[in-house]
């Protein structure tokens, strides 16, 4: 198309703009992403992950525009009560408005896409309210009457039902914010799966999503929960059948990568750090929800003041930015392992209260995480027309491991003498069973 | 309040209840049954429902399903054709309830009424009743009756199945006005 700006890109090869989208581009809550890494302090571990959530949010738009058209082309709709979902009369502007939800979708991102923004943020506010704020500002309402497209649609699609409570969602906007953050198939997980395992050099995060995106459909969830009535027609993202092996390998991929990069025992404890260091350092120990001050706060700043808190040892934050800067992080005690599990299904929780009460409160810290989207089951449409669950069809889905992590970390200075304690002592500790139902 | 794990307590019990009760026990099942806990009964459960997928959905209680099967308490069972799975309670889930006790036995009969009204249920007629719950208890005054609204929120709701759903929800209201928990 004429006037499209074409950006390289190492994941997508190009990806395209037509001359009013660069406005968004341009502006500077989105300009601010070029200073927000993707995965945080993640390249303390591997020095490779330097990208950043600009690149990840051009990725997304690009495989949102991908997804949209292989969905609503007419040759792809296979089931009837589908047709009457999708608006053809106004598919070109859901197109842009879909695309620029994928682009703005991490506007209110953290310094460090900080995950801990519960801790440092005003109660009530998350990264994705900072996101709609931003969507809805004066800086971004010109670019949206450019464009003609709504800035509440944008908002709604960017953040999702669970974060835009303002109006319920449509079939048609709940599968459009499906398309960007779904459960088993959102652009966004494809993009940072595949842009995260490029930058760290890590093989087992890529999968065939040329294969994946061309396959995917609009499908009821029509399979039967009883004998006695029909399944439910409500729409949602689905694969035909030859896209099977390619869903399998996203999931198993995103297994691994949070199983072995984002669940990484030494990122988590970076993670931990950086919230000690952000909350002895910021203002009132949070950040600012007003749109201008966030815009005054990237990464670079941050990293500033980490460094300059570590040369001054009478800075309040200094022990916090040692222990980053430094590479002074606590070290790991005791991870969840499936023999402990079988003892006790709160042995990690155990070890650490044993550990806090022998070592200080400052000395043990904990760490869990658990996987919180499934998106195993979804539709298949089998070659007789048929829509069938995934979990029927896959013996590989129905196995997938879900991520489960549990860390005790211990300070250096309580390393060896916590190493020690822990070998003398692990059984008994396991072994008991405090009263949980109080 | 509830710790986290006497809610997972709640929850595991809450599906075991429904299985025992010959509910097919998807994922939806569970939504809509801890819906009528929370919502109808005062459980506090403290999830954030919405009007979303089949109705009332919660995503922390999506997330919390999830992470019971992380934590190997739940599981998929998987069934042939025309079937979707459903999610039952692992041998470790079973065992996980002996430890709350007391958790327990303060919601069984909540439990109890929920699985037993709820258990017999399909995701079609878990929509509708639950859907009629959200409107009822939503009530704005200026949304006209509520019958009328279903089909609006819900476009593959007839009116005729939204009446039947409303008066339904009606009488299981009455029924469990005795059951109820206190928030005061």
């Known amino acids: 198309m004429a006037n499209q700006k074409e950006i390289r890109d190492p994941i997508h090869n190009f990806i395209r703009l037509d001359p009013s989208e660069i406005k968004a581009l341009d502006s500077a809550p989105f300009q601010r992403l070029r200073n927000i890494h993707q995965l945080a302090l993640t390249y303390l571990l591997y020095p490779g992950a330097t990208h950043r959530r600009f690149e990840h949010s051009l990725g997304v738009m690009e495989l949102a525009g ?3 058209d292989v969905v609503t082309d007419q040759s792809n709709v296979k089931h009837d009560s589908v047709k009457d979902v999708i608006p053809y009369d106004l598919i070109k502007y859901w197109r842009r408005t879909l695309r620029m939800a994928a682009l703005c979708h991490d506007l209110g991102h953290l310094p460090f896409s900080h995950a801990a923004e519960s ?15 931003f969507i809805r500002s004066d800086e971004m309402k010109p670019i949206w009457d450019s464009l003609k497209v709504n800035p509440e649609d944008v908002a709604k699609l960017a953040v999702g039902p669970e974060h835009y409570k303002e109006r319920s969602f449509s079939d048609w906007e709940a599968i459009l914010s499906e398309i960007i953050a779904g459960g088993a198939f959102g652009v966004d997980r494809i993009d940072y799966l595949l842009r995260d395992s490029y930058h760290i050099g890590a093989a087992y995060g890529r999968f065939d999503h040329y294969r994946l995106i061309d396959t995917l459909r609009i499908l009821p969830r029509e399979y039967r929960s009883s004998e006695q009535e029909p399944g439910s027609l409500e729409p949602t993202l689905g694969v035909e059948e030859g896209g099977l092996h390619s869903a399998e390998a996203l999931l198993l991929a995103r297994y691994f990568m949070f199983s072995q990069v984002y669940c990484h025992h030494v990122r988590r404890i970076y993670d931990i750090h950086l919230m000690d260091f952000l909350q002895a350092w910021l203002p009132g120990g949070q950040f600012s929800t007003c749109a201008e001050d966030l815009l005054m706060i990237t990464d670079n700043e941050v990293t500033s003041g980490l460094l300059a808190a570590a040369r001054d040892v009478s800075h309040p934050a200094h022990v916090h930015a040692r222990r980053v800067v430094g590479r002074e992080h606590f070290r790991l005690l005791y991870q969840r392992n499936p023999v402990d599990q079988d003892t006790n299904l709160r042995s990690s929780q155990r070890i650490f209260d044993a550990a806090r009460d022998r070592f200080g409160d400052s000395e043990v810290r904990y760490d869990s995480y658990r996987q919180k989207s499934g ?20 013996d590989t889905l129905a196995r997938v491991p879900l991520v489960a992590v549990d860390y005790v970390f211990v300070s250096l200075g309580c390393r060896k003498k916590a190493d020690i304690w822990l070998k003398e002592n692990r059984k008994e500790i396991i072994a008991s069973k405090g009263d949980e139902d109080e | 309040m509830m710790k986290k794990s006497q809610r997972d307590a709640v929850l595991l019990s809450l599906v075991r209840e429904m299985v025992a009760r010959g509910s097919w ?33 919660s995503f922390d209680l999506s997330y919390e399903i999830t992470a019971l099967r992380a934590d190997a308490l739940l599981r998929y069972q998987t069934r042939p054709y025309p079937y979707g799975p459903s999610i039952v309670p692992t041998d470790e889930g079973r065992s996980f309830l002996d430890s709350y006790p007391k958790t327990l036995k303060r919601y069984a009969d909540q439990i109890s009424f929920v699985a037993g009204k709820l258990g017999n249920m399909g995701v079609a007629d878990l929509e509708r009743l639950a859907t009629a719950l959200y409107v009822t208890l939503n009530q704005d005054g200026q949304s006209g009756p509520r019958a009328e609204q279903i089909p609006l929120l819900k476009p593959h709701i007839s009116l005729e199945e939204a009446d039947l759903a409303v008066r339904r929800v009606d009488e299981i209201m009455g029924e469990a006005r005795d059951l109820r928990i206190s928030t005061s």
């Open chain 1, 375 to 394: 998106g195993l089951d979804f539709p298949v449409l089998v070659k007789d027309k048929r829509i069938m669950s995934s979990l029927s069809l896959s």
């Open chain 1, 119 to 133: 801790h440092l943020l005003p109660d009530g506010w998350d990264h994705e309210r900072l996101t709609m704020q």
């Open chain 2, 25 to 57: 026990c998807g994922e939806t099942h569970i939504q809509k049954a801890a819906y009528f806990l929370q919502a109808l009964l005062g459980v506090p459960l403290e999830f954030d429902f919405i009007l979303y997928k089949h109705g009332p959905f």
């Open chain 1, 66 to 68: 991908r997804v949209y």
